[in-house]
């Protein structure tokens, strides 16, 4: 399905002063931000892979009882990159990827507000994910097996003494710095470096989205930046801070750790959030319904996440279980709002159900799952029997995987035509989608069942007989049919490259203010800026015979 | 139309086959805390259904109605509505009515679960170490201790009187463990410096699985145990039995 529309072509961009320099060496210096957002989403997604073939390995040793890939040191080792990698590297590194590449663009900037700030904050970033990655392989004493939030006293150096856990805790330490100058960065950039007319009441909502993403990892991450250090300590220099041999507490660093732990929940979905919110209208041809109230919803989710961290302290039986719980709970409120106004923004639409849309849709389907299953996790006595069992798993898979990831494939397929001028193509994507939805469902799906059965997470190996095998082996293949997804996707970026056919500077009929610039966007992002007169520039100006804001 | 809005509903359908009559893939919980738990899930998990089939309902109608045509013209707008504010009042105001329903309910039985016998019929003091268990009975004088763990090792066997309240206090002194019954649907943490209490009250004999949930190392996997409930009498019998051979393996 073709969705170019004939529209006047922009004017060339101008050559001379503003040609983009070439070669390895001016990506490496690079401190554009366009240049820094595609590096942010190209490593990312190389971390992805690399992730991928750890759950790969993963699912292979777990398709039927009994060791037949790797040794249990090595699982533990598996499981702990798989989500540490997953997490910080891929979902949050993407995440920045797109604020890098977006918010400039989207508030009519030139550039982010300081532009070598965030060059060194991607540095920090790749960095710490190569000392993460090393962390699994270091050889001295074994490599880094103490599950990706590191709780001691397995994590202190009696337990765990090689210098994996260092290398990780460096890595860690380094990747939250790179979050607290980006958050930095965007922040100051969406709030000073508007355009004329840009006011923060038409900031598209993935502007919005990453700026509370943003706050939300500067209030987060010191505290958890506090423990990795405190942990340090009592590992290389005798420290007793966790320690209750010496009068420590591990609980601290529970309570430290889950402080960054749950906005990081958040600081993971929220840009995607925005992300599903830009696509929806888009190929709806609406406007977002309700703006205010997705702005709204989302500064909600941002309060309300800081006050829930000792949900994943239920049973620990040491913190205020009814107080965590309402938190916990209040946060499907605005999530609803939220589901309810990307039905309304479908509504009346003219739907087209091209690459991004689909996965907007697979998002919407899959988080569903996750959202509910949540509100269950939310009480705490459901999560005396479901906390830390595959139950648990498959829920936070549904939220992480079949909504941020799905919401990632969207953005790429969305974002794609603008950052390369060329298009994916069509006909593989849907495939890649299908691909996607039913290995992912097929791999998730049957992992409730084998919590509710009693499957602990973090687990080697099963036992047989306790209604644990055909879950399993369901989940397996379901992996081996995603991969084939993402190999297939691979094949379609390698494609479009190959074939190289002109995107267009707004080939979906877009709103903001991205799609009013060439594809990709000259050096410092606008040769000229439409006038600003809602939250939909590039439609306005598109659709001069519309009245901006009508509607309301 | 019908049949894609069925479509959507597949996997919840899907869900249900796997679930016996109601208990929703849930083990129904052998003791009154567990069963009080089962009761909450029953709950948790209708009102969930009933959200996500409404949900799912809004979007296949929407995808579906408002598909755009093969005879819609390519550049046609969508309708140009931005705002309904009573509907977004109405769609604050019942998810908020559910949660804090479900609160409500969470609440109570949390209460009830959490409570501790000002008299148990029985008190057992479980150490979790890596990677095996330690059950002693300190008013009978007696302990049961795994072997050394690994693949296909049986863990040891806690031996509980069945309709007796059962004090449990958990200790760890190495790393965090967790003490976790399925077939009672409650876990504990099991963290060094911390006494744990908690009290469960069984209601059906029979031979139940346990594992260590919180990730504790190496042999992790295999630091399982079982929990059997029998009679009072054969309870007495079985104690008796093994008074005094404290140390040997189950």
Same mark, same amino acid.
């Given at each position: 399905m073709s969705?170019?529309?004939?529209?006047?072509?922009?004017?060339?961009?101008?050559?001379?002063?503003?040609?983009?320099?070439?070669?390895?060496?001016?990506?490496?210096?690079?401190?554009?931000?366009?240049?820094?957002?595609?590096?942010?989403?190209?490593?990312?997604?190389?971390?992805?892979?690399?992730?991928?073939?750890?759950?790969?390995?993963?699912?292979?040793?777990?398709?039927?009882?009994?060791?037949?890939?790797?040794?249990?040191?090595?699982?533990?080792?598996?499981?702990?990159?798989?989500?540490?990698?997953?997490?910080?590297?891929?979902?949050?590194?993407?995440?920045?990827?797109?604020?890098?590449?977006?918010?400039?663009?989207?508030?009519?900037?030139?550039?982010?507000?300081?532009?070598?700030?965030?060059?060194?904050?991607?540095?920090f970033f790749a960095g710490g994910g190569v000392l993460i990655l090393l962390s699994a392989v270091a050889a001295a004493g074994g490599g880094a097996a103490m599950g990706w939030y590191a709780y001691p006293p397995l994590s202190g150096s009696g337990f765990s003494p090689g210098v994996g856990p260092d290398l990780w805790i460096l890595g860690m330490a380094l990747v939250a710095a790179s979050s607290l100058l980006s958050g930095i960065n965007v922040i100051t950039t969406a709030f000073l470096m508007r355009a004329p007319g840009m006011t923060m009441w038409r900031l598209p909502i993935f502007t919005w989205n990453a700026i509370v993403t943003a706050m939300l990892g500067l209030v987060a991450f010191p505290p958890a930046v506090a423990a990795f250090a405190l942990?340090?300590?009592?590992?290389?220099?005798?420290?007793?801070?966790?320690?209750?041999?010496?009068?420590?507490?591990?609980?601290?660093?529970?309570?430290?750790?889950?402080?960054?732990?749950?906005?990081?929940?958040?600081?993971?979905?929220?840009?995607?959030?925005?992300?599903?919110?830009?696509?929806?209208?888009?190929?709806?041809?609406?406007?977002?319904?309700?703006?205010?109230?997705?702005?709204?919803?989302?500064?909600?989710?941002?309060?309300?996440?800081?006050?829930?961290?000792?949900?994943?302290?239920?049973?620990?039986?040491?913190?205020?279980?009814?107080?965590?719980?309402?938190?916990?709970?209040?946060?499907?409120?605005?999530?609803?709002?939220?589901?309810?106004?990307?039905?309304?923004?479908?509504?009346?639409?003219?739907?087209?159900?091209?690459?991004?849309?689909?996965?907007?849709?697979?998002?919407?389907?899959?988080?569903?799952?996750?959202?509910?299953?949540?509100?269950?996790?939310?009480?705490?006595?459901?999560?005396?029997?479901?906390?830390?069992?595959?139950?648990?798993?498959?829920?936070?898979?549904?939220?992480?995987?079949?909504?941020?990831?799905?919401?990632?494939?969207?953005?790429?397929?969305?974002?794609?035509?603008?950052?390369?001028?060329?298009?994916?193509?069509?006909?593989?994507?849907?495939?890649?989608?299908?691909?996607?939805?039913?290995?992912?469902?097929?791999?998730?799906?049957?992992?409730?069942?084998?919590?509710?059965?009693?499957?602990?997470?973090?687990?080697?190996?099963?036992?047989?007989?306790?209604?644990?095998?055909?879950?399993?082996l369901l989940s397996t293949v379901g992996a081996g049919v995603m991969s084939v997804g993402v190999l297939l996707f691979l094949v379609d970026v390698w494609t479009a490259f190959r074939r190289r056919e002109p995107a267009g500077d707004d080939p979906w009929g877009g709103s903001s203010l991205e799609w009013a610039t060439t594809s990709p966007p000259p050096h410092h992002n606008f040769v000229t800026l439409p006038p600003i007169r809602s939250e939909r520039p590039a439609f306005d100006l598109h659709h001069p015979e519309l009245d901006p804001g009508a509607g309301r | 139309m019908r049949r894609r809005a069925s479509l959507a509903a597949a996997p919840l359908l899907v869900f249900?086959?796997?679930?016996?009559?109601? +208990?929703? !893939?849930? /083990?129904?919980?052998?003791?009154?805390?567990?069963?009080? #738990?089962?009761?909450?899930?029953?709950?948790?998990? @209708?009102?969930?259904?009933?959200?996500?089939?409404?949900?799912?309902?809004?979007?296949?109608?929407?995808?579906?109605?408002?598909?755009?045509?093969?005879?819609?013209?390519?550049? +046609?707008? !969508?309708? /140009?509505?931005?705002?309904?504010?009573?509907?977004?009042? #109405?769609?604050?105001?019942?998810?908020?009515?559910? @949660?804090?329903?479900?609160?409500t309910l969470s609440f109570r039985t949390g209460q009830r679960v959490d409570d501790l016998d000002p008299d148990p019929g029985v008190r057992v003091h479980v150490e979790a170490f890596a990677w095996g268990w330690r059950f002693s009975y300190p008013d009978l004088d007696l302990t049961v201790v795994s072997e050394p763990s690994g693949p296909g090792v049986d863990g040891p066997e806690l031996v509980l009187p069945i309709d007796e309240t059962a004090r449990i206090e958990l200790v760890s002194n190495d790393v965090i463990h967790a003490f976790w019954v399925p077939g009672f649907l409650f876990k504990r943490d099991a963290i060094p410096g911390v006494i744990q209490t908690f009290d469960v009250t069984p209601t059906e004999a029979g031979v139940f699985q346990g594992a260590c949930s919180e990730f504790c190392g190496l042999n992790h996997a295999y630091m399982r145990f079982t929990v059997r409930v029998v009679p009072s009498t054969e309870f007495d019998a079985w104690a008796s039995e093994r008074a005094g051979a404290s140390g040997a393996a189950a």
């Open positions: 969705t170019t529309v004939d529209r006047p072509a922009a004017p060339p961009a101008p050559h001379g002063p503003h040609e983009e320099p070439r070669g390895v060496v001016s990506w490496i210096t690079t401190t554009d931000h366009k240049r820094i957002g595609i590096l942010y989403c190209v490593s990312a997604f190389a971390f992805f892979l690399v992730g991928g073939a750890l759950a790969g390995a993963i699912r292979v040793e777990l398709a039927e009882p009994g060791r037949q890939l790797v040794t249990e040191q090595t699982f533990n080792t598996l499981f702990t990159i798989h989500g540490t990698v997953m997490l910080f590297l891929f979902v949050g590194g993407f995440g920045n990827g797109l604020a890098n590449y977006l918010v400039p663009l989207q508030v009519g900037a030139p550039d982010m507000a300081f532009p070598r700030l965030n060059a060194l904050s991607y540095w942990l340090f300590i009592d590992r290389r220099f005798g420290g007793h801070v966790f320690d209750p041999q010496g009068g420590g507490d591990p609980v601290i660093y529970q309570h430290l750790f889950w402080f960054l732990g749950h906005p990081e929940v958040y600081i993971l979905v929220l840009p995607f959030f925005g992300v599903i919110t830009e696509v929806l209208p888009v190929f709806s041809r609406k406007a977002v319904f309700n703006y205010a109230g997705f702005v709204m919803a989302t500064l909600a989710i941002g309060a309300l996440s800081m006050g829930v961290w000792a949900h994943h302290m239920f049973t620990t039986g040491v913190v205020d279980n009814p107080f965590f719980s309402a938190m916990t709970l209040l946060i499907a409120v605005p999530t609803g709002i939220k589901f309810f106004n990307w039905i309304g923004t479908m509504w009346g639409g003219r739907i087209r159900f091209a690459v991004p849309m689909l996965f907007a849709i697979g998002f919407l389907l899959n988080f569903l799952i996750g959202g509910v299953t949540g509100v269950m996790l939310a009480s705490a006595p459901i999560d005396y029997q479901v906390s830390d069992s595959y139950f648990l798993v498959a829920h936070f898979h549904y939220t992480l995987m079949g909504g941020s990831v799905f919401a990632i494939f969207a953005a790429i397929y969305f974002w794609f035509p603008k950052a390369f001028g060329t298009r994916l193509s069509e006909a593989i994507g849907r495939w890649v989608f299908a691909l996607l939805f039913v290995g992912f469902n097929l791999t998730f799906w049957p992992q409730f069942v084998a919590g509710l059965r009693g499957m602990p997470r973090r687990i080697a190996d099963y036992p047989s007989g306790l209604g644990f095998e055909t879950p399993n | 249900g086959a796997t679930a016996c009559s109601g +208990a929703f !893939g849930m /083990p129904r919980g052998a003791t009154e805390q567990g069963r009080d #738990v089962f009761d909450l899930w029953q709950t948790f998990f @209708v009102a969930a259904v009933a959200v996500a089939a409404l949900v799912y309902g809004l979007i296949a109608w929407s995808l579906i109605r408002y598909r755009r045509r093969r005879s819609d013209d390519a550049e +046609a707008l !969508g309708a /140009p509505f931005r705002e309904r504010r009573g509907l977004e009042a #109405v769609y604050v105001a019942i998810p908020l009515v559910i @949660v804090v329903a479900l609160f």
